[in-house]
């Protein structure tokens, strides 16, 4: 079955760490660009961080910048979320997703053409 399977979220406290991890099966994630997003209770989805193939770049969401960090293991067919310095506004349910890899800037695409069914992040005050 072709799917993608997060892991990792959990209940943090503000300034903790979490590492999401996102894992294909039934295709080769090499091929694509990965991109993790998050949905927070009442709010629409929204982009946070994702991976091009091939070295080509990584792109962030302003408002994660400096403080999570994709990554991604061909060889195991995952790629990771690092999220360090965690903050209550970082609550939400997080989401991988593929992309094809046509394109310069993966983050803002509507493209995106498989998606997990996401892991709770919830970081406590």
């Known amino acids: 079955e072709v799917q993608l399977v997060e892991s990792g979220g959990g209940l943090v406290q503000a300034g903790g760490s979490l590492r999401l991890s996102c894992a294909a099966s039934?295709?080769?994630?090499?091929?694509?660009?990965i991109g993790w997003f998050r949905q927070a209770p009442g709010k629409g989805r929204e982009g946070v961080t994702c991976?091009?193939?091939?070295?080509?770049?990584?792109y962030y969401v302003d408002s994660v910048k400096g403080r999570f960090t994709i990554s991604r293991d061909n060889a195991k067919n995952t790629v990771y979320l690092q999220m360090n310095s965690l903050k209550p506004e970082d609550t939400a349910v997080y989401s991988c997703?593929?992309?094809?890899?046509?394109?310069?800037?993966?983050?803002?695409?509507?493209?995106?053409?498989?998606w997990g069914q996401g892991t709770q992040v919830s970081v406590s005050s």
């Open positions: 997703a593929r992309l094809p890899d046509y394109y310069t800037n993966c983050l803002f695409r509507n493209e995106y053409n498989l």
């Open positions: 039934g295709f080769t994630l090499a091929g694509y660009a």
């Open positions: 991976i091009r193939t091939n070295n080509r770049g990584t």
